[in-house]
């Protein structure tokens, strides 16, 4: 099973606080977005490997750690997930971005991939996707099944706010993927909307409403 990260560092759940008001305007709900991507970047690639490499200071030789791998890829949802790239790609500028939009068919209910853009040789590489809600969990479940179609299987999936509800789902689904969020909120209400939530974090990022 699939391991669940709740990171409730101070300064994330503050930020995440700001979010959550109804009255936080989309500019400061884009920067608050944009630092919490990046500390949480801090915690989903706390697990990667480093290499000694032998280098010259100004003192003298010595053997100091590296990253043993650079090929990672942030693999965003559209839309919203593209809110949480760019304070990823602060932390690794070397990153490359993938990308992947979907939407859920009204009559059979199956998900249809409209977009589907990635670096070559992602299979190759470490796999963050993001997306700031995980409510059903039906998009980004659908997102995981996309990139194993295409050989990709060392993924993790960063979001925001999760529902218990997605958590289940993904675990059900995709039990090799580790989930990092900043919070995990009470329910899903009728309309498939976290409660409390934040809203519809597209629309809060894209003023579309």
Same mark, same amino acid.
């Given at each position: 099973?699939?391991?669940?990260?709740?990171?409730?560092?101070?300064?994330?759940?503050?930020?995440?606080?700001?979010?959550?008001?109804?009255?936080?305007?989309?500019?400061?709900?884009?920067?608050?977005?944009?630092?919490?991507?990046?500390?949480?970047?801090?915690?989903?690639?706390?697990?990667?490997?480093?290499?000694?490499?032998?280098?010259?200071?100004?003192?003298?030789?010595?053997?100091?750690?590296?990253?043993?791998?650079?090929?990672?890829?942030?693999?965003?949802?559209?839309?919203?997930?593209?809110?949480?790239?760019?304070?990823?790609?602060?932390?690794? /500028?070397?990153?490359?971005?993938?990308?992947?939009?979907?939407?859920?068919?009204?009559?059979?209910?199956?998900?249809?991939?409209?977009?589907?853009?990635?670096?070559?040789?992602?299979?190759?590489?470490?796999?963050?996707?993001?997306? /700031?809600?995980?409510?059903?969990?039906?998009?980004?479940?659908?997102?995981?099944?996309?990139?194993?179609?295409?050989?990709?299987?060392?993924?993790?999936?960063?979001?925001?706010?999760?529902? /218990?509800?997605?958590?289940?789902?993904?675990?059900?689904?995709? /039990?090799?993927?580790?989930?990092?969020?900043?919070?995990?909120?009470?329910?899903?209400?009728?309309?498939?909307?976290?409660?409390?939530?934040?809203?519809?974090?597209?629309?809060?990022?894209?003023?579309?409403?």
């Amino acid at each position: 099973m699939s391991e669940v990260h709740v990171l409730d560092h101070p300064l994330i759940a503050d930020k995440l606080t700001h979010m959550r008001r109804a009255d936080t305007t989309s500019q400061d709900f884009r920067m608050l977005l944009h630092e919490i991507s990046l500390l949480m970047g801090f915690e989903i690639t706390r697990d990667f490997e480093t290499v000694p490499a032998t280098i010259e200071t100004p003192i003298c030789m010595g053997n100091f750690p590296v990253l043993k791998e650079h090929f990672f890829t942030i693999v965003p949802i559209l839309r919203a997930g593209i809110g949480m790239v760019d304070g990823l790609l602060e932390l690794m /500028p070397y990153a490359h971005v993938g990308h992947i939009g979907l939407f859920r068919d009204e009559k059979t209910k199956e998900p249809v991939e409209y977009y589907f853009k990635m670096p070559k040789g992602v299979e190759n590489s470490i796999i963050i996707v993001v997306d /700031p809600m995980l409510a059903t969990g039906g998009s980004a479940a659908d997102a995981v099944d996309s990139l194993k179609k295409r050989g990709c299987t060392n993924i993790r999936l960063m979001n925001l706010v999760a529902a /218990p509800e997605g958590i289940a789902l993904m675990q059900e689904r995709h /039990p090799d993927v580790d989930i990092y969020v900043a919070a995990v909120d009470e329910k899903l209400n009728k309309d498939a909307y976290i409660v409390p939530g934040l809203g519809d974090a597209g629309d809060r990022i894209f003023r579309t409403k």
